[in-house]
């Protein structure tokens, strides 16, 4: 019989609640292949090519270079990763950068204020008009910040002056302005407990005017924990008097995507914490991709895999071998024909590379675990499992290994069996187990291994014998 690989399950601390497990460092595939239906494959590693100043903050791509703000430096990646400091642009390592540019200018929103690099050097926009910067966001010949408080333009003509008489605010509820996103040229101010949507209609005072009718009952919770996703802006927060979960803010309306395991995670951590994620978009290889950076892991949601199979699709990635930590991949750049990363831990800089699956040359442990077994409760023996998988794709003299264990309660686990994966080249090879024990009433099988067994898998086939009760 074929048990489901692409997601499983398990049971909460209490044991009252059955919840979705996640595949760990695996990207699930919705294919018909023949053999089944989808398939797990090994999420990208992740390669070092270079050093920069201090750890990531923040980058983007403009006229075909990429940038980052390292450590309090703004910097220019090359394709070899070379970087180079340009100048300092203030702010500490835990507070992220928001950049955006304008037919001449980058803007990088920092430690509370407003830089811009000219191709030449960076200068910090000094008019005291300006305020304190969360966010920056360049529109129809504007750079348009937020305090917290007000909507603020600089002045088209001179995009270092601010005129005070053109500030603008999101009235519709007394909540703060927590970022802003442009979207078919419309500006997202993203409150705390609304969105409003405002459109450029010109005049003598602030240029744009809220659109009646576009609002969103729901806000965001941090600067940085929003960004646009397949057309739509896709933010983590919440409505008033409500529990956070990932939404997509569409037709005046907002769109849940995060399932219960999800908004579970997400209960987590405080709000304070939640305020830290980061969130952003990657589309590549008709995977549409969106990255929820929480503080000990990365939650991943796939629109084209959730369209394909008609439910949501999430994964999960982790930079540890044991347990889960913070992934070190954040501000996926598209540049010189591949995605550019930088390190939130780190100095490194890099680059995804889908034939292997370490992070930075060192190993990290994938998992996926499978739905629950029942025979209608009359049991069964278990007498082989085989995951039909795509081997001979390991590192050049090794011979890794990967794990199997079961439960049978969905919260405790038993003694895990090893098997060899084959070594690299050996494309025949068959991950079997034998001898699986048995179970009384339902069971859960879940498998292990790190990324030296850089393996895809098809499918879970169990030969059974029920038991007569």
Same mark, same amino acid.
């Given at each position: 019989m074929? $048990? ?6 398990y ?8 919840r ?47 940038? &980052? ?7 220019? /990646?090359? @394709? ?5 400091a ?26 509370g ?11 910090q ?10 966010? /920056? ?34 009235e $519709? ?48 919770? #941090?600067?940085?924990?929003?960004? /646009?996703?397949?057309?739509?802006v896709?933010?983590?927060?919440? #409505? ?7 939404f ?7 769109s ?28 590549? &290889? ?5 990255? $929820? ?15 394909? /199979?008609?439910?949501? !699709?999430?994964?999960?990635? @982790? ?44 190993? !990290? ?11 209608? #409760?009359?049991?069964? $023996? ?44 050996? &494309? ?14 339902w069971?859960?099988q ?24």
């Amino acid at each position: 019989m074929e $048990i489901q690989i692409l997601s499983g399950v398990y049971t909460d601390d209490n044991n009252t609640e059955i919840r979705t497990n996640y595949p760990l460092n695996l990207v699930p595939v919705p294919l018909q292949s023949g053999i089944s239906g989808g398939y797990l494959r090994p999420a990208d590693g992740l390669v070092q090519n270079g050093t920069g100043p201090g750890v990531n903050r923040g980058g983007i791509e403009r006229d075909g270079v990429c940038y &980052r703000v390292m450590g309090t430096s703004l910097c220019r /990646v090359d @394709s070899d990763g070379t970087v180079t400091a340009l100048g300092d642009v203030g702010g500490t390592d835990d507070n992220l950068v928001t950049m955006d540019y304008s037919f001449d200018l980058l803007a990088i929103a920092s430690g509370g204020n407003l830089f811009y690099w000219d191709g030449t050097s960076v200068n910090q926009v000094t008019d005291p008009d300006l305020g304190d910067v969360l966010d /920056v966001v360049w529109v129809d010949g504007y750079f348009m910040i937020t305090d917290g408080t007000f909507l603020v333009v600089t002045e088209l003509l001179d995009p270092y002056a601010v005129n005070p008489l053109k500030y603008g605010s999101s009235e $519709i509820d007394p909540d703060p302005i927590v970022a802003v996103v442009k979207l078919r040229n419309e500006i997202y101010a993203l409150n705390r407990h609304t969105i409003e949507v405002f459109t450029n209609t010109g005049g003598d005072l602030f240029p744009f005017q809220r659109i009646q009718g576009a609002q969103i009952q729901k806000g965001v919770i #941090g600067t940085h924990g929003c960004c /646009v996703f397949v057309e739509t802006v896709a933010f983590l927060g919440s #409505g008033r008097n409500e529990s956070p979960g990932i939404f997509l803010g569409v037709n005046s309306g907002a769109s849940k995507i995060s399932t219960q395991d999800i908004d579970e995670t997400l209960t987590k951590y405080t709000e304070a914490q939640l305020a830290t994620v980061k969130l952003e978009a990657r589309n590549d &290889r008709n995977h549409k991709h969106l990255y $929820i950076h929480l503080p000990d892991k990365t939650l991943v949601f796939d629109s084209t895999a959730s369209q394909a /199979v008609g439910s949501a !699709v999430w994964f999960v990635l @982790s930079s540890e071998v044991v347990g889960f930590g913070r992934y070190k991949a954040r501000d996926i750049v598209w540049c010189y024909d591949k995605w550019l990363i930088g390190d939130p831990e780190s100095s490194a800089v890099g680059f995804f590379n889908n034939t292997i699956g370490s992070h930075y040359g060192n190993n !990290v442990r994938w998992e996926f675990s499978t739905e629950i077994v029942y025979n209608e #409760g009359r049991g069964a $023996i278990f007498h082989e499992l085989e995951l039909v998988s795509l081997t001979g794709g390991v590192a050049f003299g090794t011979d890794p290994v990967i794990s199997t264990s079961y439960s049978v309660d969905g919260a405790t686990w038993g003694q895990s069996k090893s098997i060899h994966v084959g070594a690299r080249g050996n &494309r025949t090879k068959r991950l079997v187990w034998f001898q699986q024990g048995n179970m009384i009433n339902w069971r859960i099988q879940r498998f292990q291994g790190e990324s030296d067994a850089h393996i895809s898998f098809a499918r879970l086939e169990a030969q059974l014998e029920p038991l007569a009760y």
